[in-house]
């Protein structure tokens, strides 16, 4: 009998196709990439194939069909189980178990796919596939559909990009969706708290983020969203630094960039501590700074607004902070917003949507004069999920900052769900006020 969760993937499939009358999409696995001999590396399923399925499995797909002969049809491509290879890596779902557990029209041996291509896309004009994410099958494609004489008869003659549908799709969030997201949040934050109050005792930063991590898998994480940022001093001025050797100062600022993985769902919190506990008079006031542009991007987070908008007031916040700090020069307030002079310390958009990838995939939407427009401009509507997270970062050897300034990286993020009158933080068990830090550190 199928689940709730594999009913609400059939649903998502139906929508699929639903809108490609006429035509075909096929979705694929992720390639399993070898690492070394008989290793490979930690698998991680392709976004759009896991939002359709909901399954692990790797050399599989799946084929929508809306066509006048076939009709509408949703069929599984998935390898059988291999007895010997299950003695290395665990039995796979096989065609047996999924026909009897998910909802699919069909359930068809991927080792056939090229005759099973070849029969179910005879009628169409159209293929949805998405080319680059598997190589394995751009191949099997390409084979099919190119031909040095004349085109290919009774089998597509155009290909769009699959991920135009999904998009879409993904940019509102479910009611499901919405919960492992804020599970994967209550995580993420549940690490931080048990493991920034434990600052001093780590040796280095490899060392603050295993610890994290491991909380991570403690409290129901079933993946790291992406590797653990800790970086301690100077090291914060990187934007991606990945955690070294390198000793905690006592008088450091740690940037943490951090998010566990529930079911595919990602979390994704900054903060920035102070390693002695205390915040110094100069780390406080860039500290409070980002804050007030976190903050000013948070008032903003409602139906009709944009993440434009968002990042627009703050940078603007940003720009008013570091005339403030003697960074910027006094003077038109204006040139400089339009001259990006804020750049140089400021250099990233002030955040993302985030759902099944942690910079989950944003739609975009064509306009009636042929032109496009990406989701960072259109209205934000109640189920939009992303995060804002300005920062500000001073390199140390950089000497247009006042010393007392350099080396002070800082960075605050939260995950921000759009709702019908406004925004639920849904990171908010995490304090982010300097006080509250320190009392946090304190205990």
Known sequence: ????????????????????????????????????????????????????????????????????????????????????????????????????????????????????????????????????????????????????TAPRKFLPNTISDSRLITSKMRWVKEISEIAQLKEAAKITAQGLLATIPQIKTFKNENDFATALDREYFKNGATKIAFPTIVASGNNATTLHHQPSNKK??????????TGAEVNGYCGDISRTVPASGTFSKEQKTVYNIVLRALEAGITLAKPNKSLLDIHTIVCLTLTAGLIELGILKKGSFAKHIKDRTYSKYYMHRSGHS?????????????????????????PLVAGNVFTIEPGLYFDENDKSVPKKYRGIGIRIEEDILITRKGCEVLTKLIPRDTDKIEALMGK
């Open 1 to 148: 009998m199928a689940s709730q969760q594999e009913k609400i993937y059939q649903t998502r499939r139906q929508k699929v196709i639903q809108q490609i009358k006429g035509g075909a999409a096929l979705f694929c696995s992720a390639e399993e990439l070898t690492s070394d001999r008989d290793q490979t590396f930690p698998y991680i399923q392709e976004a759009n194939f896991l939002y359709l399925t909901g399954l692990q499995e790797t050399n599989s797909a799946i084929l929508l069909l809306n066509t006048k002969h076939f009709g509408k049809k949703s069929i599984l491509f998935i390898k059988d189980i291999d007895e010997r290879q299950a003695l290395w890596t665990g039995k796979t779902l096989g065609i047996t178990k999924a026909k009897r557990t998910l909802k699919f029209d069909l359930v068809l041996n991927s080792e056939n796919i090229v005759d099973e291509l070849l029969k179910y896309l005879s009628d169409t004009n159209i293929l949805h596939y998405a080319l680059g994410l598997n190589e394995k099958f751009d191949d099997i494609i390409l084979q099919l559909l190119k031909s040095k």
């Open 248 to 257: 905690i100062n006592k008088n450091d600022l740690v940037l943490i960039d």
């Open 354 to 378: 985030l759902g099944l990838n942690t910079h989950d995939i944003e739609p975009i939407f064509g306009l009636e004069n042929g032109t496009s427009k990406s989701a960072y401009e259109i």
